[in-house]
């Protein structure tokens, strides 16, 4: 496994509509790095985020979509996605106030 920093795990948050109707339970949304596992995703939201206290983290592993251009046939990268659920007493992520 490659040596993974914390600030490297979380690549961006997924804004969606599901994602943000979610966010009213305290549950995030990000694409994550695809070697991370969970305790590594939980610490660096709580790292990222001072104030943040993570319940849960589920995780999710999407395959690359498959893609054509003309004759020839090709698949996009694989993903992996990540729903944090902070505690009642946790503050907000701010990147996601707004929105």
């Known amino acids: 496994m490659a040596n993974v920093q914390y600030y490297d795990v979380i690549l961006k948050p997924v804004v969606t509509e599901k994602s943000m109707n979610a966010m009213s339970e305290k549950k995030y949304t990000f694409l994550v790095h695809t070697e991370a596992n969970k305790s ?3 610490e660096a939201v709580e790292k990222m985020f001072p104030g943040t206290k993570v319940k849960s983290v589920n995780t999710m592993n999407l ?8 004759m020839t046939f090709g698949k996009t990268a694989k993903t992996k996605k990540a729903i944090v659920q902070l505690t009642e ?5 701010e990147i996601f106030t707004g929105l």
């Not at 395959?63 to 003309?70: H, S």
């Not at 007493?89 to 992520?93: A, H, L, T, V």
Request: aromatic residues 0%.
């Open 40 to 42: 590594m995703i939980k």
């Open 89 to 93: 007493d946790s503050k907000e992520i």
């Open 63 to 70: 395959d690359g979509k498959t893609k054509r251009r003309g």
